[in-house]
Nanobody, 117 residues
Framework: QVHVVESGGALVQPGGSLQLSCATS????????IGWYRQAPGKQRELVAR???????NYADSVKGRFTISRDAAENTVSLQMNNLKPEDTAVYYCNTDHRGTITGDWGQGTQVTVSS
């Protein structure tokens, strides 16, 4: 089973930036895709961004143009650069691996992102 550890969450003001990092227990080249997800209080977990083994990526409409997902095979990490943060981005952010849409890793503890003035 794949284990992941998320980090980088913080309290930030609206319009600010954060970079989240996801470390995996195996080489990221082993995975079909790795995604960042988030769960806000009282809401279901949603997919935010996903990067494939090819390097291609896709994003939820709500974050397009503001968030960028990237992968570093040498460090076995996947990062999420978040710019122009909004209060509605407040959530616990998780990463996980998947194979053609089926989650293949354990859910980690997540990292809290709070956007507030």
């Amino acid at each position: 089973q794949v284990h992941v550890v998320e980090s980088g969450g913080a309290l930030v003001q609206p319009g600010g930036s954060l970079q989240l990092s996801c470390a995996t227990s195996r080489s990221i080249d082993d995975f079909y895709a790795i995604g960042w997800y988030r769960q806000a209080p009282g809401k279901q977990r949603e997919l935010v961004a996903r990067i494939f083994f090819t390097g291609e990526s896709n994003y939820a409409d709500s974050v397009k143009g503001r968030f960028t997902i990237s992968r570093d095979a040498a460090e076995n990490t996947v990062s999420l650069q978040m710019n122009n943060l909004k209060p509605e981005d407040t959530a616990v952010y998780y990463c996980n691996t998947d194979h053609r849409g089926t989650i293949t890793g354990d859910w980690g503890q997540g990292t809290q992102v709070t956007v507030s003035s």
